[in-house]
């Protein structure tokens, strides 16, 4: 049985999804989840308290779906096409959470994580740089690309979930990995 804590979370997603986040408000979040305005408040204290753990919790989901079946002995086309799969698969999987995470990346309420945010995206740079740096030393990725790697590998694929996100599109995400994959090989590969 979900906790109150979990009932606001998934109410709050789904209130944001459907109205937008400016127009979501903390009661209809306890309408949607059944949880009193004080519980709402006892866990979160705010809806950007609530927004706050939706975005973490989001943003762990995303890069732990994508960390956790790269290898380091991946060979370079191997770990892209892993990656971009993987991307895409977690934001097919996670719609709602990958609409909120994309769409509110840049939202002023965020400032009260953005050390915590900061936090996550350098273990997750880190995990990245784990595989790549020694393909990077072995000649296998090209090394000017560095510090711009993951806007390389992701960027087009971004371009199409974003637009996908935006339509509401129903079409499979997913056909369109392999030509994902053959342009960010094109794009770090030697």
């Not at 308290?49 to 002995?73: P, T, V």
């Not at 790549?132 to 590998?153: C, G, H, N, V």
Request: net charge negative; with cysteine; hydrophobic share 45%.
């Amino acid at each position: 049985m979900a906790t109150a804590k979990q009932l606001i979370l998934q109410a709050a997603l789904a209130c944001f999804d459907e109205k937008g986040y400016e127009a979501t408000t903390t009661s209809a979040i306890c309408t949607a989840s059944g949880v009193s305005n004080g519980s709402l408040f006892h866990h979160f204290g705010s809806k950007e308290g609530i927004a706050s753990a939706l975005f973490l919790n989001a943003l762990e989901d995303y890069h732990e779906a994508l960390l956790s079946g790269l290898r380091l002995d991946m060979s370079a086309p191997e770990g892209i096409e892993y990656l971009i799969s993987s991307h895409i698969s977690w934001v097919v999987d996670n719609r709602g959470a990958a609409q909120f995470l994309f769409e509110q990346a840049r939202a002023e309420w965020l400032s009260s994580i953005r050390e915590a945010q900061t936090q996550e995206n350098n273990l997750f740079a880190e995990g990245i740089s784990q595989w790549r740096d020694p393909l990077i030393k072995a000649e296998k990725i090209r090394p000017e690309i560095r510090d711009m790697f993951f806007s390389q590998l992701i960027g087009p694929a971004q371009l199409m979930v974003r637009r996908w996100l935006a339509a509401k599109d129903t079409q499979n995400l997913r056909r369109h990995i392999p030509v994902l994959t053959e342009c960010a090989t094109r794009a770090v590969l030697p």
